[in-house]
C-alpha cells in the first residue's frame, strides 16, 4: 500500500510543476510548437494532479491539514486543465485598459 505522505508529495508537486510551466507559458508562446507543448504538458500534469488528489481523499489523506479540501481542488485542477488548452493566440479578450497607455498622451510629441 502507498503511504498517504508519499499521495499528499505527489500532489503538490503535479500542481507545482503545472503552475510553474503556466507562469512561463508566455516565453512558450514565443514558438507554436512550444507553446502547444506546454499547453499539452498543463494540461496533462492538472488531469494527472486531480486523480492523485482524488485519490488522497479516497487514502483518508489530508491536504495542508483539511481532509475536505481535495475533492474541490481536484474539481479546480481539471477546470483550468480545460482552460488550460484554450489558446487565444494573444487576442484581447478583455477589452479592459491597456495598463501600458493609462497616463499617457494619445498624441505623438
Not at 500500500?1 to 503545472?18: D, K, P, Q, T, Y
Not at 488550460?84 to 479592459?96: Q, Y
Request: with cysteine.
Amino acid at each position: 500500500m502507498v503511504s498517504v505522505v508519499f499521495i499528499e508529495h505527489l500532489a503538490e508537486g503535479l500542481c507545482a510543476s503545472a503552475a510553474l510551466l503556466f507562469t512561463f507559458i508566455a516565453t512558450f508562446s514565443r514558438s507554436a510548437v512550444a507553446e502547444r507543448y506546454a499547453q499539452n504538458l498543463i494540461a496533462f500534469l492538472l488531469v494527472a494532479a486531480a486523480a492523485v488528489l482524488w485519490w488522497l481523499s479516497l487514502s483518508g489523506g489530508v491536504l495542508w491539514g483539511s481532509n475536505y479540501l481535495p475533492r474541490p481542488l481536484s474539481l479546480v485542477c481539471i477546470i483550468i486543465a480545460i482552460s488550460a488548452r484554450m489558446n487565444i493566440k494573444g487576442e484581447n479578450v478583455s477589452f479592459g485598459a491597456n495598463p501600458h497607455t493609462i497616463g499617457k498622451d494619445t498624441e505623438s510629441e
